[in-house]
């Protein structure tokens, strides 16, 4: 996900988790990637969290949690 994946279009689509945290899901040649931002009280980013593609220790490969 590059900065392009931040602008709402018909690929693109954000919502609110919770009153700290919003999810993006971003689709692309038939294939959807969410990633989710927490922010402190402050407005700061406290936590992104995206999937990718890879092997993590003990794991198989495929799309992980990785932030």
Do not use: C, K, N
């Not at 988790?17 to 969410?34: G, N, W």
């Not at 990718?52 to 932030?67: I, K, V």
């Amino acid at each position: 996900m590059g900065p392009d994946s931040l602008i709402p279009s018909d690929r693109i689509a954000w919502r609110a988790v919770d009153d700290r945290s919003a999810s993006v899901s971003q689709t692309l040649f038939d294939e959807t990637i969410d990633a989710t931002i927490t922010v402190d009280p402050h407005g700061r980013i406290e936590e992104f969290v995206v999937q990718r593609w890879g092997t993590p220790p003990g794991g198989d490969l495929g799309l992980h949690s990785f932030g």
